[in-house]
Nanobody, 117 residues
C-alpha cells in the first residue's frame, strides 16, 4: 500500500483558483492509476479526475470540472496535482487523493476546499 498526503485546500472566493497536491510515499511509476475524488456534505464521494501510469496518458475528467480543472504530475517528487480554476460554490467538498495498484487501493486523509464569498 502507498501512503498519500494531500495539501493545498482552503477557502477561496467564487471564480478563484487553488492547487491541490498529493505526495505519494513511493514512485508514482509503480502506481497503476491515480485519481482525485471529492465528497460534499451529505453526498456520495465522486470521481473528479484520473490519470493512468503510462507516461503518454492524458487525464480524464468528470463533466462537471472539464475545462476548469487540470491534473498533472511531477515524477521527480512523486506528486500529483489538481489545478482548480473558475471555482464555484458547488465545488465545495473534501478532496481525496486515491491510488490503485492491482487490487490494492489507497486513500489520502483529504483536504477541505471551500468556495464562498
Amino acid at each position: 500500500q502507498v501512503q498519500l498526503v494531500e495539501s493545498g485546500g482552503g477557502l477561496v472566493q467564487p471564480g478563484g483558483s487553488l492547487r491541490l497536491s498529493c505526495a505519494a510515499s513511493r514512485s508514482i511509476f509503480s502506481i497503476d492509476v491515480m485519481d482525485w475524488y471529492r465528497q460534499a456534505p451529505g453526498k456520495e464521494r465522486e470521481l473528479v479526475a484520473s490519470r493512468f501510469r503510462d507516461a503518454t496518458a492524458t487525464a480524464h475528467y468528470a463533466d462537471f470540472v472539464k475545462g476548469r480543472f487540470t491534473m498533472s504530475r511531477d515524477t521527480a517528487s512523486n506528486t500529483v496535482y489538481l489545478q482548480m480554476n473558475s471555482l464555484k460554490p458547488e465545488d465545495t467538498a473534501v478532496y481525496y487523493c486515491h491510488a490503485q495498484t492491482g487490487h490494492i487501493y489507497s486513500w489520502g486523509q483529504g483536504t477541505q476546499v471551500t468556495v464562498s464569498s
